[in-house]
């Protein structure tokens, strides 16, 4: 099984579309969580951390179940502008006190006008 | 405020070549991390270096290589290259400790003929 496993898409969603994307993780001690953005040939972003209660940020909205080991990332009102991929990522360096981040495969969004 | 600077941008080296790959953190930045993106994969973590030191490592074998310098700047090195090492390289900088997000370089495009 995969460390951080997500779907690759592509989703494919029309402009001011709601969208929603899951990711699994194996370590259930992990403690911090990511979602990052990923454009073409560019560098990852963060797009927002992932906290116990969840978290929002203008459209974004960010979740972590624990019991499930799942967090998910829902994207609202979806502009052209967050056509990306988004890489979903658990901080797995628990016991040296160091990070270590480990990516999924990113899910690819394509949002059409 | 100069964020993290990766040289070079492009590189193309021959089978059995030796590669190094440069990296300055953002400021304020101690620790830096690694990583391999192939095409359509998400970041794979190759090690992360503290003081000087390699702190934690991912399943890559020995032909990759580091270094840190007192300024915290670092060094990616891969010997014998195989064409699988086509990829992109991300450096990534951040302070010590477990929930801080990494701030990524623009990364090198390595290809290997």
């Known amino acids: 099984r995969k460390e951080v496993e997500q779907d690759p898409g592509p989703f494919n969603v029309p402009e001011g579309a709601t969208v929603a994307f899951n990711c699994t993780y194996s370590?259930?001690?992990?403690?911090?969580f990511f979602w990052y953005r990923q454009d073409c040939r560019k560098e990852p972003k963060l797009l927002m951390s992932?906290?116990?209660s969840g978290n929002e940020d203008g459209r974004f909205t960010a979740q972590l179940n624990r019991a499930s080991q799942y967090i998910s990332l829902l994207i609202r009102d979806s502009k052209l502008s967050d056509s990306a991929t988004y890489l979903c990522?658990?901080?797995?360096?628990?016991?040296?006190?160091?990070?270590?981040?480990?990516f999924g495969t990113g899910t690819r969004l394509l949002v059409s006008p | 405020d100069a964020g993290v600077t990766q040289s070079p941008t492009h590189l193309i080296k021959t089978r059995g070549q030796q590669v190094t790959l440069r990296c300055s953190p953002k400021?304020?930045?101690?620790?830096v991390s690694w990583y391999q993106q192939a095409l359509g994969q998400g970041p794979q973590f190759i090690f992360q270096?503290?003081?000087?030191?390699?702190?934690q490592r991912g399943n890559f074998p020995d032909r990759f290589s580091g270094h840190q310098f007192p300024n915290y700047s670092s060094e990616l090195n891969v010997n014998a290259l195989l064409l699988g090492d086509s990829a992109l390289y991300l450096c990534?900088?951040?302070?010590?400790?477990?929930?801080?997000?990494?701030?990524f370089g623009n990364g090198t495009r390595l290809t290997v003929t």
């Open positions: 400021s304020g930045h101690d620790t």
């Open positions: 270096y503290y003081e000087e030191e390699e702190r």
């Open positions: 990522v658990v901080n797995m360096g628990l016991d040296t006190g160091f990070q270590k981040l480990v």
């Open positions: 990534a900088s951040s302070r010590g400790g477990i929930a801080t997000p990494l701030h």
């Open positions: 992932v906290y116990s």
């Open positions: 370590n259930s001690a992990s403690q911090s």
